[in-house]
């Protein structure tokens, strides 16, 4: 997977949604690293504008849960990495549905509107890349987690729908589907995996979260980001449709 970091993606401009932070603020600094023209987008706009300025790019303080303002964005970018989300655990039963909803909206009609909204510009100069930041929960459920496990789920056969309709217009859509990753949205995880299972926080990480895992230890952003920059490469241009895993062998099982 190894590219010249410095003109691979030159003269490409790229979006990164969710990008002030954990897994997108890797992508971002990466594919900058690579020669695109990366915004930077979330809705934390003081952290957004301190990695625009950190990578040479462009800050946009938008709250993707607000359809409106997604359908206000410039469609004019090269690449697209769907990467922000939330989580929130709590039974079936006690999940609130406002909740639910939020989620849903956030990580997949947003990424549905802001693809649908790019694919023009892509088509019209015969390529693209559609990079969404998945999950192990894309492919595997775990109990507590109804809409983050939905979503992510919705967000793998909206990938495989671009993918197939991209095809003959130059754009891949891919997803990236990391177990458990060093950020700030899996640490808040920890205490509420503990409320829910009943153990104290310093057993959460261990007997549960890294359970399924073969190797024990987080994902760091940087790998995730090194596989979303190998995506968006001349060379994975026949990668599309796919479902990439960097989950330690827990889809092994």
Not at 246 to 252: F, K, M, N, P, R
Request: charged content about 20%.
């Amino acid at each position: 997977m190894d590219t010249n970091p410095s003109e691979v993606l030159a003269g490409r401009t790229a979006l990164v949604t969710g990008g002030a932070s954990g897994i997108g603020r890797a992508c971002a600094v990466r594919l900058a690293r690579a020669g695109a023209r990366v915004t930077v987008l979330d809705r934390d706009g003081a952290a957004a504008a301190r990695v625009a300025a950190e990578i040479g790019g462009t800050a946009r303080t938008v709250d993707l849960s607000d359809l409106a303002a997604v359908d206000r964005l410039d469609p004019a970018v090269d690449i697209v990495i769907n990467n922000a989300g939330l989580q929130h655990v709590a039974p079936l039963h006690e999940f609130p549905p406002d909740t639910f909803s939020l989620i849903l909206r956030l990580m997949l009609e947003a990424p549905f509107r802001l693809v649908r909204r790019c694919l023009p510009h892509m088509y019209a100069q015969g390529w693209g890349r559609i990079v969404n930041v998945s999950s192990v929960h894309g492919l595997r459920a775990s109990p507590y987690k109804a809409a983050y496990v939905a979503a992510k789920h919705g967000l793998e056969g909206l990938s495989k729908v671009i993918a197939l309709e991209g095809a003959a217009h130059g754009v891949t859509s891919n997803c990236v589907n990391p177990a458990y990753v060093r950020t700030p949205l899996v640490e808040a995880q920890i205490s509420a995996q503990a409320a829910s299972h009943g153990l104290p926080e310093a057993e959460v990480l261990r007997e549960v979260m890294l359970a399924p895992v073969a190797v024990k230890r987080l994902v760091e952003p940087e790998e995730v980001a090194e596989l979303v920059a190998y995506l968006c490469s001349p060379p994975a241009g026949f990668i599309t449709g796919a479902s990439m895993v960097l989950d330690g062998g827990w889809t092994a099982h």
